[in-house]
């Protein structure tokens, strides 16, 4: 990706609004990498999406959480899983919410309701 550079608002610094690591800490394009940290100004929402294989169809979940850690530790708990085992994750105990939901069909394998 071509370099962007720009100067920051807080600390007057030229910065590469492109870089790998700005794209990673988030804030606003006139905000160094080093300013979003130390002064916490990223606001934006984690999304994840999320995908359970019941019924003829996949159900998918998007879900909403406060930083990457969180929403990570989800995904990796509710992935943890594993195929045909018992759904004992952690994701109850993470703080996230659901923003969207498309459920799948329950007619498996035929078998009335």
Request: proline content about 0%; overall charge positive; hydrophobic content about 30%.
């Amino acid at each position: 990706m071509k370099e962007l550079i720009k100067e920051c608002i807080h600390c007057e610094e030229e910065f590469d609004a492109n870089s790998e690591r700005k794209r990673k800490v988030g804030g606003y394009v006139h905000e160094c990498a080093d300013c979003v940290i130390s002064l916490g100004t990223e606001r934006a929402v984690k999304y994840r999406g999320v995908v359970d294989g019941s019924g003829k169809m996949a159900a998918i979940s998007i879900v909403a959480f406060n930083s990457n850690e969180e929403a990570d530790a989800y995904v990796r708990s509710f992935n943890g899983c594993g195929f045909g085992k018992r759904k004992t994750n952690l994701c109850n105990n993470i703080k996230h919410k659901h923003v969207s939901f498309n459920g799948g069909n329950g007619n498996h394998k035929g078998k009335a309701r």
